[in-house]
């Protein structure tokens, strides 16, 4: 899936970054709810 939103990404710098960013935010609530899981067991 990588390599084929890399080109339309290059063209799109805009809709690279919302995807980037919300990656980063996905990647963050993913650690935050292994970190809580952790904690609470």
């Keep these: 899936?990588?390599?084929a939103a890399r080109p339309v990404l290059r063209t799109r710098p805009t809709a690279a970054r919302r995807v980037g960013r919300l990656s980063g935010v996905v990647m963050l609530a993913i650690g935050m709810f292994l970190l809580i899981e952790q904690i609470v067991h």
């Design 1 to 3: 899936m990588g390599t």
